[in-house]
């Protein structure tokens, strides 16, 4: 499976938009780009999914680079309760395993 | 829409000791998953069901650790003896197949702590 690399953690202020960069240069064709987040003590909570278009639903936008290398998942309008672990995954592979990285801590602050 | 539910929300044994955790999917869902996650680390596949049948087990230990899905919905994991590197949270999963467009939903997990 490809491997991804996202920063540690992000801060974002209420209100602003939240931009979480994630690079997958490894990615093949066939491989999905999902990203999931996770509250404090509570279970990895979906959020979006991509294989070479841009994607938007009620949560986010996932924008893909047109290489697919690199990936932006994008939160609009930031809210306290956004602050959490934000997991890129390239799901892919045999049995399209998740295989979870250690993710960017987005912290929104006041 | 019901989500993924999971008993006991907590759990605390002794080394050696024997414990189970249950898993209830969303209903419809075929595919089901259990991964431990250790403090500070993502989680890891342990086990993945495609109804009733096994489809990857090669990360669940399986001198300790065992996992059955009779009838194809609820599931249970088992582990017998347990470690102290066992303690973790155990979370379930499921979707509605196994294939790379249907997002896999996540259950808050059970607390394990081993003393």
């Known amino acids: 499976d490809a491997k991804t690399t996202q920063p540690p953690s992000m801060d974002c202020a209420e209100g602003r938009a939240a931009n979480l960069p994630c690079n997958h240069s490894t990615i093949s064709g066939n491989e999905y780009v999902y990203w999931y987040r996770q509250i404090h003590s509570q279970g990895p909570q979906y959020i979006i999914h991509g294989l070479k278009n841009n994607e938007t639903n009620e949560m986010a936008s996932l924008i893909i680079t047109e290489d697919r290398k690199s990936s932006t998942l994008i939160l609009p309008h930031a809210t306290l309760r956004d602050t959490a672990v934000y997991y890129c995954?390239?799901?892919?592979?045999?049995?399209?395993?998740?295989?979870f990285g250690k993710g960017t801590l987005l912290t929104v602050n006041p | 829409e019901a989500g993924v539910a999971q008993s006991p929300r907590y759990k605390i044994i002794e080394k050696r000791q024997s414990v189970a955790f249950w898993c209830n999917p969303i209903s419809g869902h075929a595919t089901l998953y259990w991964y431990q996650q250790i403090l500070g680390q993502g989680p890891k596949l342990l086990i993945q069901?495609?109804?009733?049948?096994?489809?990857?087990d090669s990360q669940l230990p399986k001198d300790r650790f065992s996992a059955e899905r009779l009838k194809g919905v609820d599931s249970t994991l088992k582990i017998q003896p347990a470690k102290l590197e066992d303690s973790a949270v155990y979370l379930c999963?499921?979707?509605?197949?196994?294939?790379?467009?249907?997002?896999?939903?996540f259950g808050d997990g059970t607390r394990l702590s081993i003393l």
């Open positions: 999963a499921s979707s509605l197949g196994g294939q790379p467009t249907q997002p896999q939903h």
């Open positions: 995954i390239v799901r892919g592979g045999s049995n399209y395993k998740l295989t």
């Open positions: 069901f495609q109804n009733n049948g096994v489809v990857d």
